[in-house]
């Protein structure tokens, strides 16, 4: 697990330690990961330690990451797509087929019949927070030409809100799919994608 500490990977991590899975989670700051289980080994370190990375991915079964950049403005690095091209590589490195991660609407899968104002979305994201489109964009660009078993789960609004129970997944002018979307619920689509193929190799977006 990578982004176990962020709003919507502390809702992940619990989802997967419910759910009978031992986890490992590589985070930077250990006090803003709240949970104390047997089944959850914690790696402190930064996430272009490419060593802790590989521990953190060898012998596993899956990894999801829900890595995201903060909505910032002013933010011009990019450490995040690296670090995505960090995990890819140790996943090939270890053998470790399956991905999920994280993404927005405002990038595109091959599968979406974007209207007008789809595509007016990233447009309007790029003028606002340039430094986190070109994040999203990049992590993208690496989950999705990482030769693995990936699935790029994309969000719009992602609200603290209790769980709402009703999931929508498809793409763009296709499907009827909307905006907000509870974070609990985000955490259990992406932990549900560990043992569902339907989206293998898809960017589905998401919501209530």
């Known amino acids: ?3 176990g500490t962020g709003k919507i990977g502390r809702h992940v991590v619990r989802r997967l330690l419910r759910a009978g899975h031992h986890v490992t989670a590589l985070v930077r700051s250990p006090e803003k990961l709240d949970i104390t289980d ?3 080994e914690v790696i402190v370190a930064e996430l272009d330690d490419t060593a802790a990375v590989g521990r953190a991915v060898a012998g596993a079964d899956a990894v999801i990451s829900a890595l995201g950049p903060p909505i910032d403005p002013f933010l ?7 670090a995505t091209r960090g995990i890819v590589a140790a996943m090939h490195e270890s053998g470790v087929r399956r991905l999920v991660a ?11 019949r974007p209207s007008l104002l789809d595509r007016l979305v990233p447009v309007g994201i790029g003028l606002l927070i340039p430094g986190a489109l070109k994040e999203v964009q990049g ?6 030409t990482s030769g693995l078993d990936w699935t790029l789960a994309r969000i719009t609004a992602p609200i603290d809100v ?18 907000p ?3 609990t619920d985000v955490a259990a689509f992406l932990v549900d994608q560990l043992v569902d193929d339907t989206f293998v190799g898809a960017a589905p977006a998401i919501s209530n």
């Open 1 to 3: 697990m990578f982004g």
């Open 38 to 40: 047997d089944d959850l």
């Open 76 to 82: 011009r690095s990019g450490p995040l797509t690296a």
């Open 102 to 112: 994280l993404a927005t609407v405002s990038v595109p899968d091959p599968r979406d």
């Open 139 to 144: 992590i993208s660009e690496v989950v999705t």
């Open 162 to 179: 209790s769980t709402n129970g009703t999931l929508r997944a498809g793409f763009l002018g296709r499907d009827h799919v909307g905006a």
């Open 181 to 183: 979307m509870a974070r």
